[in-house]
């Protein structure tokens, strides 16, 4: 049975008693309304460890002005039963003012340089300063071994690590893999957002990256690539913020097309922002 904790304290209370008993505990971190691709993450930190925590918090400072923070899909009692039907031992619910107990405006604020400025931060400022300082501040709170993420947000994941390696949390982050529709399109809780007679072109964003991963394994090369990636997205009715062909540290290839890549999207269907990558 699934344990639902609103305090700090009892939490640390139920953590510390399993690690007294030896047992290796997971986080996975989400923002709720919660499918498939979160489930999938409890799943694979049970691979990993014996007790599972899942934090649910629609984080505040990681959503821009204009973006969807008050709109963004709450379910609390959907997510609580697919968590226990997944295997996850604790839900892990903080307030906001539990998350910053000096106020928003006074948190102390987790930047990671570099990796944080490229592609979706150049397109949504301070928005990984709001992931890491969320993010650290639930590693703190929870003290896991492991926690998971999903990989349809690359560079959050790239970031994180950037974060564990450089503050030297003693954490192993896992990279789950992306989860899709039948159709193809990777699963997000945004994707509720988009309207009936958008959502068949939604499909289209998951062909253009098999089509620039075989282009630029063909041969093509990597600025032809995104060009063509970003037109035929546009043709189809998105509005591109980046379509790239990346390094796995998300640095830009140089000519060779020698070892492993990532092709990243970032595009707008009606007024529901989507991303999506795949690795090659
Ligand atoms: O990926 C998400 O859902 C969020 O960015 C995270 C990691 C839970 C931090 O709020």
């Given at each position: 049975m699934i344990e639902t904790v609103t305090e700090l304290s009892r939490l640390r209370g139920v953590v510390s008693g399993w690690k007294r008993d030896g047992l290796r505990v997971a986080l996975v971190p989400t923002m709720g309304n919660l499918h498939a691709g979160h489930y999938s993450l409890v799943k694979l930190a049970r691979e990993h460890a014996d007790k599972v925590v899942s934090s649910v918090f629609v984080n505040p400072?990681?959503?821009?002005?204009?973006?969807?923070f008050t709109r963004y899909p709450r379910t609390p009692e959907a997510d609580t039963s697919g968590l226990e039907q997944a295997g996850c031992d604790v839900l892990w619910l903080p307030t906001v003012e539990s998350m910053y107990p000096f106020g928003v405006e006074l948190a102390a604020n987790v930047h990671v340089p570099g990796v944080s400025s490229l592609l979706e931060g150049a397109h949504r400022p301070g928005h990984f300063d709001g992931v890491c300082t969320v993010v650290s501040r639930l590693f703190n709170q929870v003290q896991p071994d492991v926690a998971a993420f999903g990989r349809k947000d690359y560079q959050q994941l790239a970031v994180i690590q950037q974060m564990v390696a450089d503050l030297a949390f003693p954490i192993q982050i896992l990279g789950g893999e992306i989860v899709r529709e039948a159709d193809g399109l990777a699963m997000s809780s945004?994707?509720?957002?988009?309207t009936a007679d958008v959502r068949p072109q939604a499909t289209v964003i998951r062909k253009v990256l098999l089509a620039a991963r075989d282009a630029y394994l063909g041969g093509a090369e990597r600025v032809a690539v995104e060009q063509e990636a970003a037109a035929r997205l546009q043709a189809a009715g998105y509005l591109v913020d980046y379509a790239v062909v990346r390094m796995p540290d998300l640095s830009e290839p140089g000519s060779s097309h020698e070892g492993a890549r990532v092709a990243l999207v970032a595009a707008k269907l009606g007024n529901t922002r989507l991303i999506d990558n795949i690795e090659f």
């Open positions: 400072t990681q959503f821009g002005p204009n973006e969807d945004r994707n509720q957002y988009l």
